[in-house]
């Protein structure tokens, strides 16, 4: 049984006294294989959904495909398969990669396949349709089959999708409309409000802007032909089916049981005080205009936090085929592992804005960040533990200045990566984590625990003492840093506390495992292999 059927079968016996939370990812088109920016995404939600876990949140985590667009049809086409077989195929491939990349989500959705999602899609629209916002009307149009959205001419650049840059092709036909204009005014005050919060402010001013230009209304169906006859047919007209952005916004909702209002959309959706959306930048506005203004004319309750993060690009490019600088993440976790992939994408990208992911840079962090100070730090004390306390964990002595203040700044982390991580800010609770490691490095330079060991053979008694502490100090520091890593980096969290010979016990509040002082005297370490290995730059950089 996978974990996110685990998860789904326990849903119902949830703990009453947890706090429900709840967060998605966007749902990719399958037309070709998933690239960087997916596993961006990917990581981003894991280590919220990790981190609220570990605070005692009841926690859905939802992911998925989405198949129903018309560029999946014409990839189909272009290979010479059947829809369905192309979509299949590419939807294991983003299900394969969220698992590569350890994502703990609850449930994944495939939008063509699975039998929740079409009725309650059907039911979204019935709806709408009950409030008076779904009508039929002829029109005209610029639309980008990539986007899958109509532009106005003043949204273009140069002519061209500001996305895609390609030409949006001009479409003539009957379609099915929603009332978006209606919602202008409402949807303002909510976003203006917080009500319905926009991460980060540079996105939410966006989003505003936008509403304040004006609203139009928006076409919610294609013809049958035009889609290929492939798609959610409009319920009582064959003729029509769903556009792809409608159906598959709804996939948030459908996944949990709209359909027939079951618990999981009861508990984690309707009753929920935290309802999160993850996203890119170039999907805001179908997040926070088009999906709000659909559930306030469901009256569905809105997503309570839409978190948007920027693109990645390559050496200051954005990624594309024809530049041939698209990077493959599950090459990348297969070559390098998986760890420092995650650790790169939370560290090295902002959650808010473009970054750039070249390999050197990768590397380079793999080397300073990973090799050299984390792992390094976890070998040097095991390997002092076992050459001057055989194998223990001895008690502290009597601490000095240096363990105080070493102490102090490891007391002081759990409250860092706390506000961290409620900022939506993983590189800034991984860079706090990163100075107590710092720290703690030099502290050894500072100490030198071999004097002590020296003074202490020819039997001066005080520096017994003083290597104790500092040995003690530096387990101490390292489990600590595995239960802080616990979100990020699960893994490597698992791989510290098993060295250590600890287990990571995350069913104790996390504020409690994160104490100082929580590694009992006499523990014996289990040494292990290095975490981290080095590579050589140069070599990498020419091998790729």
Same mark, same amino acid.
């Given at each position: 049984?996978?974990?996110?059927?685990?998860?789904?079968?326990?849903?119902?016996?949830?703990?009453?006294?947890?706090?429900?939370?709840?967060?998605?990812?966007?749902?990719?088109?399958?037309?070709?294989?998933?690239?960087?920016?997916?596993?961006?995404?990917?990581?981003?939600?894991?280590?919220?959904?990790?981190?609220?876990?570990?605070?005692?949140?009841?926690?859905?985590?939802?992911?998925?495909?989405?198949?129903?667009?018309?560029?999946?049809?014409?990839?189909?086409?272009?290979?010479?398969?059947?829809?369905?077989?192309?979509?299949?195929?590419?939807?294991?491939?983003?299900?394969?990669?969220?698992?590569?990349?350890?994502?703990?989500?609850?449930?994944?959705?495939?939008?063509?396949?699975?039998?929740?999602?079409?009725?309650?899609?059907?039911?979204?629209?019935?709806?709408?349709?009950?409030?008076?916002?779904?009508?039929?009307?002829?029109?005209?149009?610029?639309?980008?089959?990539?986007?899958?959205?109509?532009?106005?001419?003043?949204?273009?650049?140069?002519?061209?999708?500001?996305?895609?840059?390609?030409?949006?092709?001009?479409?003539?036909?009957?379609?099915?409309?929603?009332?978006?204009?209606?919602?202008?005014?409402?949807?303002?005050?909510?976003?203006?409000?917080?009500?319905?919060?926009?991460?980060?402010? /540079?996105?939410?001013?966006?989003?505003?802007?936008?509403?304040?230009?004006?609203?139009?209304?928006?076409?919610?169906?294609?013809?049958?032909?035009?889609?290929?006859?492939?798609?959610?047919? *409009?319920?009582?007209?064959?003729?029509?089916?769903?556009? *792809?952005?409608?159906?598959?916004?709804?996939?948030?909702?459908?996944?949990?049981?709209?359909?027939?209002?079951?618990?999981?959309?009861?508990?984690?959706?309707?009753?929920?005080?935290?309802?999160?959306?993850?996203?890119?930048?170039?999907?805001?506005?179908?997040?926070?205009?088009?999906?709000?203004?659909?559930?306030?004319?469901?009256?569905?309750?809105?997503?309570? /936090?839409?978190?948007?993060?920027?693109?990645?690009?390559?050496?200051?490019?954005?990624?594309?085929?024809?530049?041939?600088?698209?990077?493959?993440?599950?090459?990348?976790?297969?070559?390098?592992?998986?760890?420092?992939?995650?650790?790169?994408?939370?560290?090295?990208?902002?959650?808010?804005?473009?970054?750039?992911?070249?390999?050197?840079?990768?590397?380079?962090?793999?080397?300073?960040?990973?090799?050299?100070?984390?792992?390094?730090?976890?070998?040097?004390?095991?390997?002092?533990?076992?050459?001057?306390?055989?194998?223990g964990i001895p008690a502290?002595?009597?601490?000095?200045?240096?363990?105080?203040?070493?102490?102090?700044?490891?007391?002081?982390?759990?409250?860092? *990566?706390?506000?961290?991580?409620?900022?939506?800010?993983?590189?800034?609770?991984?860079a706090a984590i990163w100075?107590?490691?710092?720290?703690?490095?030099?502290?050894?330079?500072?100490?030198?625990?071999?004097?002590?060991?020296?003074?202490?053979?020819?039997?001066?008694?005080?520096?017994?003492?003083?290597?104790?502490?500092?040995?003690?100090?530096?387990?101490?520091?390292?489990?600590?840093?595995?239960?802080?890593?616990?979100?990020?980096?699960?893994?490597?969290?698992?791989?510290?506390?098993?060295?250590?010979?600890?287990?990571?016990? /995350?069913?104790?509040?996390?504020?409690?495992? /994160?104490?100082?002082?929580?590694?009992?005297?006499?523990?014996?370490?289990q040494p292990g292999p290095?975490?981290?290995?080095?590579?050589?730059?140069?070599?990498?950089?020419?091998?790729?």
């Amino acid at each position: 049984m996978t974990r996110a059927k685990r998860a789904a079968s326990k849903r119902p016996a949830a703990k009453a006294k947890q706090s429900p939370w709840y967060v998605s990812t966007t749902i990719p088109y399958v037309n070709a294989s998933p690239h960087i920016g997916h596993a961006l995404e990917y990581v981003l939600t894991d280590a919220l959904a990790r981190y609220h876990r570990r605070v005692g949140d009841d926690v859905f985590f939802l992911t998925g495909t989405d198949e129903n667009a018309l560029t999946n049809v014409q990839s189909a086409e272009r290979l010479g398969v059947p829809v369905a077989e192309l979509v299949e195929r590419n939807s294991a491939r983003f299900r394969e990669l969220a698992e590569t990349l350890e994502t703990s989500f609850d449930d994944f959705i495939r939008t063509s396949a699975d039998p929740r999602h079409t009725p309650g899609v059907h039911k979204l629209w019935e709806a709408c349709a009950r409030s008076g916002d779904i009508y039929k009307r002829h029109y005209h149009g610029l639309y980008c089959v990539r986007c899958e959205l109509f532009y106005r001419e003043d949204e273009l650049i140069d002519g061209l999708c500001p996305i895609h840059r390609i030409p949006p092709e001009e479409v003539e036909e009957e379609n099915y409309f929603f009332r978006l204009s209606r919602y202008a005014d409402q949807l303002e005050q909510l976003i203006a409000s917080d009500t319905l919060r926009v991460v980060p402010e /540079t996105r939410k001013n966006e989003v505003l802007s936008f509403i304040r230009r004006g609203l139009e209304d928006f076409s919610i169906s294609r013809s049958r032909e035009r889609a290929h006859g492939w798609g959610v047919p *409009v319920p009582g007209d064959p003729a029509q089916v769903i556009y *792809v952005w409608y159906d598959a916004l709804g996939n948030y909702i459908t996944a949990l049981g709209y359909a027939d209002d079951g618990p999981l959309y009861q508990r984690y959706w309707r009753e929920n005080p935290q309802r999160l959306h993850v996203l890119g930048k170039d999907v805001i506005r179908f997040h926070a205009i088009y999906w709000p203004a659909m559930l306030l004319s469901a009256r569905v309750p809105l997503p309570t /936090t839409v978190l948007v993060h920027g693109f990645i690009t390559s050496g200051g490019q954005k990624m594309s085929k024809s530049l041939g600088n698209v990077l493959d993440p599950a090459q990348i976790a297969a070559d390098y592992g998986v760890e420092p992939l995650r650790y790169f994408l939370l560290r090295e990208i902002s959650p808010f804005t473009d970054s750039d992911f070249t390999l050197e840079r990768f590397l380079r962090a793999c080397n300073t960040d990973l090799a050299d100070q984390l792992g390094n730090l976890l070998n040097r004390t095991i390997n002092m533990l076992q050459r001057y306390n055989d194998g223990g964990i001895p008690a502290s002595g009597p601490l000095t200045g240096a363990e105080q203040s070493l102490i102090e700044q490891a007391r002081a982390l759990h409250g860092l *990566v706390d506000a961290a991580v409620r900022a939506y800010s993983s590189n800034e609770a991984l860079a706090a984590i990163w100075e107590l490691v710092g720290r703690a490095n030099r502290y050894v330079a500072e100490v030198a625990p071999w004097e002590l060991a020296k003074t202490r053979k020819a039997g001066d008694q005080e520096a017994a003492r003083r290597l104790d502490t500092a040995l003690y100090t530096l387990a101490e520091t390292l489990r600590m840093v595995a239960h802080l890593l616990v979100p990020f980096l699960p893994e490597t969290a698992a791989k510290i506390a098993a060295q250590l010979g600890v287990a990571l016990d /995350t069913s104790a509040p996390w504020a409690d495992a /994160t104490a100082w002082g929580q590694l009992a005297a006499g523990t014996r370490v289990q040494p292990g292999p290095v975490l981290f290995r080095k590579w050589d730059i140069a070599d990498e950089s020419l091998a790729n």
